[in-house]
């Protein structure tokens, strides 16, 4: 498989692109930094530079081009302000969508957050954050054109995997390894059966492989 994953450089996005490239699959991250691109190599992702903020659809779109599957893991960051809040966690996240529609890559997986949800009250920033993703979340799920699942964590820690986590509609809240995170998203790529999901994850007791294949109904 090829998948190009947007926030190439992110947590989660580099451990993804560790396990891609270990099986031989093919992954190329997004970035707006040309100088993170040795980090992605270093993964054994193919590093492609494009700001999401500014791109167009159809710049966007020629990245996607012949991949099988595109997932959505870019974000702001935890010290960006309101407005990149609205930019990135939203708008390129649409723009992101778009784009794959445009490029004719159904399989769409999105790193979303727990508690997302463009109704979200509150002006703090991470209120408006919760309401970015969550119009976001909205946007990717009004679709027909992409097959997507959309995957809400818990409290992200950078504690070793487990491999033992809770997947479902609606967990509680609880902590998770990125490790996990990771791992989850590899699983959903290979599972087509979750498309239309939106599930969230936690630590928890269940081999992650049981856990998607049991909230895929297989």
Sequence with gaps: MRIVIAGGHGQIALRLERLLAARGD????????????????????EPVVLDLESATVEEAAEVLRGADAAVFAAGAGPNSGTARKDTVDRGAAVLFADAAERAGVR??????????????????VFDVYLRAKGAADADVRSRSGLDWTILRPGMLTNDAGTGQ?????????????????????????????????TLELIAGNVPLAVAVKDIAGN
């Design 165 to 197: 986590v809770l997947l479902a509609a609606s967990t509680g809240r609880g902590p998770v390894p990125r490790d996990d995170v990771a791992a989850a998203l590899l699983e959903l790529l290979d599972t087509p059966a979750t498309a239309g999901l």
């Design 26 to 45: 093919e992954a190329a991250g997004i970035i707006r930094n040309p100088e993170q691109s040795e980090d992605l190599r270093k993964a054994g992702a």
């Design 107 to 124: 399989r769409y997986v999105v790193v979303s957050s727990m508690g997302a949800d463009p109704d979200h009250a509150g002006d703090e």
